[in-house]
C-alpha cells in the first residue's frame, strides 16, 4: 500500500501520521567545503574569472534576452541572497559567495532599502550602513563571477525600521504608514529618492575603488520593489495623497479635452461626489471598479483614470530611468519594478506596458503552498494549515508561466516553492526546463539563508510548551532548494533544452489596455486539471480566455499597438494539449507532462530524466535512459557534464531529488478555511529538528553509452566518497541508484 493510501486511511480512523525521520527517511548532512580540485561537482567554471570580466550586461541584437559585454550570450541562474549576507564576517562571506558559484549561480539579488530608518531621521538622509552592505555584497559576489541586481528601496513600513517619521515632511504620513504609491506623484520623496540612490551609486566603492555606476559586476538595478497604482494598496492611501491624485487627474484631463468641465459630456454625465473641477480636482473610483466590466458613461470616465494612472506610471519610470542614465551616468540595465496588479486579467498587461519606459520588465510570483495561520506570513508554527499541491499536478501553479513582452527579456526576481511544502524538489527541475523552453530570462529564487545550507531553519527564540519553535517559511537553503541546483543551473545556463518557437503572440492595442478588456491568454490560474477537458482552443474561438496550459507548450509574448491588430494563435495547440488525457507536450518535442499522473519527462540529447509520482516499480522511457522508479515520488536528472549527448558523454551527472522534512516533522490531513472556502489539506502538529531528512530513493536506471566505467557517490560538497558498481552489458551500462545521495558522477 502506497504512502499516500496510508495517509488517507488514518484519516478516517482519527490517527496522526508517524514522526519524519523513521526507517524510510535518511538524514542529510553537508561537510565543510574546503574548495579543492578533488570535488567532481563543481561549476564554478561556467562563471567568468569575475562578474564583468568582459564588460556591461547588455541586451542581445533582438533585446529579447542578455549578453556580456563582448556579445557572449550569458544566462542567469539567479537567487536572492542578499540579506542573508548581511551579518556575515568578511570569510563567511567569501565562503557563501564560493559555495552560490559552486552550485551554478551566476546572479544575485540584494533587496535592501537604504532610505534613512526609524524615527528621528530626514528625509534627505542615507541608510549609509545599509550602502555599505551593499556594496561589500557587490564585491564579493563579483569575486566568483556573480552579478549582482540591486533593489534599494521598498514602499512597506517593515524597511523603515516600522516608521516613518514626521519629520520626512510627506503629508497625511507618519507613524506605522507603508508609503504605497507615494513615489509616484510626491516630489519630497522622488527629490529624496534621487538623492538615496545618488549616493550608492556615485561613490566610489571601498572594498572596488569603483562606484557602482561603472561597476560591470552590477548587472541590473531596480528602481523600486512591489508598488503600483493598479493594485489593492490604492484604497488605502491617505487623504492627503488622494488630493494629489485627484489634482493630477485634473491636470491631464485639462490637457486631453479643451475645457475640464468638457469631460461630462463624454462621460455621459458620470460625476463623483470627490469631483471638484472648479478646484483642479477631479474625483478617482476604487480599485473594486477597475477589476469589474463597465458600460456607458462609466466605462468611458473609467477608461480615461486607467488611462491617466498607467501614463503617470509609465513617466515615472521613464523619468527615473533617464536620471540614472544621464544625471548618474549608470551604465547597467534597469528594471522599474515587478509587481502584480488587483486584477490579473484586466490589469496585468497594462502593468507591463507601464515597464516598457525602460529596459527589462518583472514580476514576482510565487508557488504558494496554501499555507494559512497566525504570522503564516513569515513562520511556521504548530496548529497551521496548508495544501502544498504538486505542480506537476496542478501546472497553473507554474511560477513561470507568463505572457512576455515582445522586445524585451523577462525576469522573476522573486519566486520558490515554499514550506510548508513537501515536494519542493520538483522545482528546480521544471524551472529549468520551462524557463529553457519559453526564454524567461532570470528566475531569482527566495530566499538564500546561510552561507551554505541553513543549519538552523528554526527561531529558537520562542519555544512552544512542547518544546517545538516556529519555523523559518521562507529559506531554499535546504536539499530540497540550492541542493538541487547543480543539474538545473548546468541544463538552463548551457542551454541543453531548446527554446521553442512562439505559439502565441497577443497583440494589445492600447486602447484596449484603457478599456481593460479582457486578453486572449492570461496568467491567472484560471484551469482546473480535474474538470477541463475541452478543446484547448475552444474557449479562445469564444471569445474568452486560451487555456493557461498554452504556456507550457512554448513562449507566449505579447506585443503593444497602436491600432487593433488579430493575435496570432499556433494551429499545433490541438496537438500539443490533450485535456482529456491530461498531457501537455512543448512544441521542442523534450518535455512531456502529464498532469493527472503528476509526471513530467525531459528528453533532449545532453539531458534526459523524470520527476513525479510513479506506480509501483514504473519504467520511464527516454532516448538514452530507462529509468525504473520503485519510490513513490522522485526527481532523477542525468546532464552530460563535457558538452556531448548524453550516449557519447564521458562524464554525465546524476542528480536525484524526493521528499525532504525537518526530523521528526508531524502533520496530518485536515479541513480548514482559507478567507471564505473549506480546503482539503494538511495541519501541522510538529514542527520537528534537524536535521534535514529525505525519503529513500529506490530507483536504477541503464543509459545506452559505451564509453562509462565508473560510478562516484559524491557527498553533499560534491566530493567522491565510494564507488558503487557500474554494471555493462555491451553498449549499455546499469546502475541501482543509492538510497541516501543527491549526485552521483559517471565517468570513463
Known amino acids: 500500500m502506497k504512502i499516500l493510501n496510508i495517509t488517507i486511511f488514518f484519516s478516517f480512523i482519527g490517527f496522526s501520521l508517524p514522526l519524519w525521520g523513521q526507517s524510510d527517511t535518511w538524514a542529510f548532512q553537508y561537510p565543510v567545503d574546503p574548495f579543492t580540485t578533488e570535488a567532481k561537482l563543481d561549476l564554478r567554471y561556467l562563471n567568468e574569472s569575475f562578474a564583468g570580466e568582459h564588460g556591461f550586461i547588455r541586451l542581445s541584437e533582438d533585446g529579447e ?30 565562503y557563501h559567495a564560493r559555495f552560490m558559484a559552486k552550485i551554478g549561480v551566476n546572479m544575485g539579488r540584494f533587496h535592501g532599502s537604504i532610505n534613512p530608518p526609524g524615527k528621528g531621521t530626514q528625509i534627505h538622509e542615507i541608510d549609509t550602513a545599509e550602502v555599505e552592505k551593499i556594496w561589500r555584497y557587490v564585491a564579493a559576489m563579483k569575486k566568483e563571477g556573480i552579478y549582482s541586481t540591486i533593489s534599494p528601496f521598498w514602499p512597506h513600513n517593515g524597511h523603515m525600521g516600522g516608521w516613518v517619521p514626521e519629520e520626512w515632511g510627506i503629508e497625511g504620513y507618519s507613524g506605522k504608514d507603508p508609503l504605497w504609491a507615494v513615489l509616484y506623484v510626491d516630489e519630497k520623496l522622488q527629490n529624496a529618492y534621487k538623492n538615496w540612490v545618488r549616493y550608492l551609486y556615485t561613490t566610489p566603492n571601498p572594498y572596488t575603488k569603483v562606484a557602482l555606476k561603472d561597476e560591470p559586476a552590477v548587472g541590473l538595478i531596480q528602481i523600486q520593489n512591489e508598488d503600483g497604482v493598479f493594485f489593492w494598496t490604492m484604497n488605502a492611501i491617505k487623504p492627503e495623497l488622494t488630493a494629489k491624485y485627484e489634482a493630477k487627474f485634473a491636470e491631464w484631463l485639462d490637457k486631453k479635452y479643451d475645457k475640464i468641465t468638457d469631460v461630462y459630456a463624454h462621460w455621459e454625465q458620470v460625476k463623483l461626489e470627490q469631483d471638484q473641477p472648479q478646484n483642479g480636482r477631479m474625483g478617482l473610483y476604487g480599485m473594486y471598479d477597475l477589476t469589474q466590466s463597465q458600460t456607458g458613461g462609466k466605462a468611458k470616465r473609467i477608461a480615461d483614470q486607467t488611462q491617466f494612472l498607467a501614463q503617470l506610471q509609465y513617466n515615472f519610470y521613464k523619468e527615473i530611468g533617464r536620471f540614472y542614465r544621464e544625471d548618474l551616468g549608470c551604465k547597467q540595465l534597469i528594471n522599474p519594478n515587478n509587481w502584480i496588479t488587483a486584477d490579473i486579467v484586466r490589469l496585468n498587461d497594462l ?32 496548529g497551521h494549515h496548508y495544501t502544498g499541491l504538486s505542480v506537476l499536478k496542478y501546472p497553473q501553479k507554474l511560477p513561470i508561466n507568463i505572457k512576455q513582452t515582445a522586445g524585451s527579456p523577462m525576469l522573476v526576481t522573486e519566486s520558490g516553492w515554499n514550506l510548508p511544502h513537501v515536494f519542493q524538489a520538483e522545482g528546480p527541475f521544471m524551472i529549468a526546463a520551462y524557463q529553457s523552453l519559453t526564454g524567461v530570462d532570470a528566475y531569482y529564487w527566495f530566499a538564500v539563508t546561510s552561507k551554505a545550507y541553513m543549519e538552523d531553519p528554526y527561531f529558537s527564540w520562542h519555544t512552544y510548551e512542547d518544546g517545538q519553535h516556529p519555523m523559518n517559511r521562507w529559506t531554499c537553503s535546504a536539499p530540497w532548494g540550492v541542493g538541487m541546483f547543480p543539474a538545473n543551473a548546468l541544463i538552463f545556463r548551457k542551454e541543453l533544452i531548446q527554446e521553442g518557437k512562439t505559439v502565441l503572440m ?7 489596455l484603457w478599456a481593460r478588456s479582457k486578453p486572449v491568454i492570461s496568467e491567472q490560474a484560471s484551469f482546473d486539471p480535474n474538470r477541463d477537458t475541452g478543446n484547448p482552443l475552444q474557449q479562445a474561438k469564444e471569445g474568452d480566455l486560451i487555456t493557461p496550459l498554452t504556456f507550457l507548450t512554448g513562449p507566449v509574448k505579447m506585443e503593444f499597438t497602436q491600432q487593433d491588430e488579430p493575435s496570432y494563435i499556433s ?47 514504473e519504467t520511464v522511457n527516454l532516448s538514452d535512459v530507462k529509468i525504473m522508479v520503485e519510490s513513490e515520488y522522485a526527481i532523477i536528472q542525468l546532464v552530460s557534464m563535457d558538452n556531448h549527448s548524453l550516449n557519447e558523454s564521458g562524464s554525465v551527472l546524476v542528480q536525484t531529488g524526493t521528499e ?17 472556502d473549506s480546503i482539503d489539506g494538511f495541519k501541522i502538529i510538529n514542527t520537528g529538528e534537524m536535521p534535514w531528512m529525505g525519503k529513500k530513493l529506490n530507483a536504477s536506471i541503464e543509459l545506452r553509452n559505451s564509453k562509462l566505467k565508473k560510478a ?33 558522477v559517471l565517468e570513463e
Not at 507591463?352 to 496554501?370: E, F, I, K, L
Open 65 to 94: 534576452s542578455f549578453v556580456r559585454g563582448d556579445g557572449q550570450s550569458i544566462r542567469f541562474w539567479a537567487v536572492n541572497n542578499g540579506n542573508a549576507t548581511e551579518n556575515m564576517t568578511d570569510e563567511e562571506l567569501a
Open 351 to 382: 502593468e507591463r506596458w507601464t515597464y516598457t519606459s525602460t529596459d527589462v520588465p518583472a514580476v514576482n510570483r510565487y508557488n504558494d503552498p496554501g499555507h494559512v495561520g497566525e504570522n503564516s506570513g513569515w513562520r511556521i508554527e504548530p
Open 506 to 512: 497577443e497583440k494589445r492595442s492600447l486602447d484596449s
Open 571 to 617: 494551429p499545433e495547440l490541438e496537438k500539443l494539449i490533450n485535456t482529456r488525457k491530461g498531457t501537455v507536450l512543448s512544441n521542442t518535442g523534450e518535455i512531456n507532462l502529464n498532469y493527472r499522473q503528476g509526471v513530467m519527462k525531459v528528453n533532449a540529447p545532453k539531458t534526459q530524466g523524470v520527476s513525479g509520482f510513479f506506480a509501483e516499480g
Open 660 to 676: 525532504w522534512r525537518p526530523k521528526n516533522w508531524q502533520d496530518e490531513p485536515a479541513t480548514f478555511k482559507s478567507r471564505r
Open 712 to 744: 562516484w557517490v559524491l557527498d553533499a560538497a560534491g566530493y567522491p566518497v565510494r564507488e558503487i558498481p557500474l554494471i555493462r552489458k555491451g553498449k549499455k551500462c546499469s546502475l541501482q541508484l543509492p538510497e541516501d545521495a543527491m549526485y552521483i
